[in-house]
Each structure stands twice: as structure tokens, then as C-alpha cells.
């Protein structure tokens, strides 16, 4: 049975990867990218469609794009390397890791392969090279190393086994969109510290800048 890891909605995935909605909607309709869960009732009837984990990951692949990070040919090469080596999203991509560096797409799966290099037709690849910066990777799960700018990772994880695979306060499944809400609401910085304490002053303010950030979509 195929281990889901994370269901997201058109919004929750629009703000995540932050791609507009009417991209998402475009790249559907196109084929490009689409939904590939299907909640369904106890007559057999889809109540729900969304978007897995791996679906995520190639949206935010193809917003790179947009960003010109990556070019057409690389992004091909990527993906035709991450569905061999993976499977179709429609398998859940459990227990694989992809990150983004620079123009460099990577994969990392507890096989014979470990990490390759997905826009270099999956050339395996000695992370030594890079220093820390794999291990550093290493302790985020796919999302977070792909979603959550590098200015966030101390403060910020996504997990798509923790809260539906929202964005959470490290190490804790405090929703970070619950800060703001209660600011807007009249609460202050300090009235959070206290009630959510040990979560420091640093870490709650990190998260509302944050959230700030998931809603800018370009």
C-alpha cells in the first residue's frame, strides 16, 4: 500500500511553493502538473482531489524554472532521472529527499544510489565536495529543504507526517501561521512568549517574517 505523505489542497500549495493559484490552475488544465490524490467516500465517489508530496516537489521544480535558476533541457533531464529512479508521484516518493542547489537538482534515497545528481542524467555524486552543506540538508525533510529558505531553517520544518505537512515551529507541531493570527487578533510578542513558552522571542518572530513570506507569491 502506498505510504502518502502529505495531502495539499490548490492554496496550500500555492502558498508553499508559492506559484500563483491561476498557475497551478494552467499547469493542470495543460497537464503539466497535476493532482494526483483522490480522497474518496465509502460509496467509491472522489470527495476530494490534491496535490502529494512529490507533486509539491515538482511544482516548486518548476518554479525554479520560472526563476530561470533552471533551464528547460535540465529540468527534463531532472525528471525523466527522478521518475526512474522513484517512480511516478503517484507512488508517494517515501523516503526520498530532493533539493535544490543553485541550478542543480538532487536526489538522496537509502538505496545503492544514495545522492545523484538528477540534471546530470542521475551521475552519482560525492556530497563531500559540498562541504556541510548536505548534512545540513540532511536533517530537513524534502519540503523543507526545497520550501523553507535557508533564513528559516533554524525556526521553521515542514514535515508532510507532522500537521498535514504544514509549516510548524522546529521541533514542536506549533502551526507557524498561529502567531500572526493571534497578533491580528491584539496579542502581542511578549503575551506569545509566555504563552507558548519555551519558544523564544527570536523563533516566533522568525516565524510571523515567515509567513509574511508565504503569502508574497510572485
Same mark, same amino acid.
Given at each position: 500500500?502506498?505510504?502518502?505523505? !502529505?495531502?495539499?489542497?490548490?492554496?496550500?500549495?500555492?502558498?508553499?511553493?508559492?506559484?500563483?493559484? %491561476?498557475?497551478?490552475? $494552467?499547469?493542470?488544465?495543460?497537464? *503539466?502538473?497535476?493532482?494526483?490524490?483522490?480522497?474518496?467516500?465509502?460509496?467509491?465517489?472522489?470527495?476530494?482531489?490534491?496535490? %502529494?508530496?512529490?507533486?509539491?516537489?515538482?511544482?516548486?521544480?518548476?518554479?525554479?524554472?520560472?526563476?530561470?535558476?533552471?533551464?528547460?533541457?535540465?529540468? !527534463?533531464?531532472?525528471?525523466?532521472?527522478?521518475?526512474?529512479?522513484?517512480?511516478?508521484? %503517484?507512488?508517494?516518493?517515501?523516503?526520498? $529527499?530532493?533539493?535544490?542547489?543553485?541550478?542543480? *537538482?538532487?536526489?538522496?534515497?537509502?538505496?545503492?544510489?544514495?545522492?545523484?545528481?538528477?540534471?546530470?542524467?542521475?551521475?552519482?555524486?560525492?556530497?563531500?565536495?559540498?562541504?556541510?552543506?548536505?548534512?545540513?540538508?540532511?536533517?530537513?525533510?524534502?519540503? !523543507?529543504?526545497?520550501?523553507?529558505?535557508?533564513?528559516?531553517?533554524?525556526?521553521?520544518?515542514?514535515?508532510?507526517?507532522?500537521?498535514?505537512?504544514?509549516?510548524?515551529?522546529? $521541533?514542536?507541531?506549533?502551526?507557524? %501561521?498561529?502567531?500572526?493570527?493571534?497578533?491580528?487578533?491584539?496579542?502581542?510578542?511578549?503575551?506569545?512568549?509566555?504563552?507558548?513558552?519555551?519558544?523564544?522571542?527570536?523563533?516566533?518572530?522568525?516565524?510571523?517574517?515567515?509567513?509574511?513570506?508565504?503569502?508574497?507569491?510572485?
Amino acid at each position: 500500500m502506498t505510504k502518502w505523505r !502529505g495531502f495539499y489542497s490548490t492554496s496550500q500549495v500555492a502558498r508553499l511553493a508559492r506559484v500563483p493559484v %491561476s498557475t497551478l490552475y $494552467n499547469w493542470k488544465k495543460r497537464g *503539466i502538473v497535476t493532482p494526483s490524490i483522490e480522497l474518496v467516500d465509502v460509496d467509491g465517489q472522489v470527495v476530494e482531489v490534491g496535490y %502529494s508530496y512529490a507533486d509539491l516537489t515538482i511544482i516548486r521544480i518548476m518554479r525554479a524554472l520560472r526563476e530561470d535558476r533552471l533551464d528547460l533541457t535540465s529540468v !527534463g533531464v531532472a525528471l525523466r532521472h527522478m521518475y526512474e529512479r522513484l517512480g511516478p508521484p %503517484s507512488e508517494g516518493w517515501s523516503d526520498a $529527499n530532493v533539493y535544490i542547489v543553485g541550478n542543480k *537538482i538532487f536526489a538522496e534515497k537509502p538505496d545503492g544510489w544514495q545522492t545523484t545528481s538528477a540534471t546530470s542524467f542521475g551521475q552519482r555524486v560525492d556530497t563531500r565536495v559540498f562541504g556541510d552543506m548536505f548534512p545540513v540538508l540532511r536533517t530537513q525533510e524534502e519540503e !523543507g529543504s526545497i520550501l523553507v529558505p535557508r533564513d528559516y531553517a533554524a525556526y521553521v520544518e515542514i514535515d508532510p507526517d507532522i500537521m498535514g505537512g504544514q509549516p510548524v515551529v522546529r $521541533n514542536t507541531r506549533v502551526p507557524t %501561521s498561529l502567531f500572526p493570527s493571534l497578533l491580528a487578533k491584539g496579542k502581542s510578542i511578549d503575551d506569545l512568549i509566555r504563552l507558548y513558552y519555551p519558544i523564544s522571542r527570536e523563533t516566533i518572530e522568525k516565524t510571523v517574517e515567515f509567513e509574511k513570506y508565504l503569502d508574497s507569491v510572485a
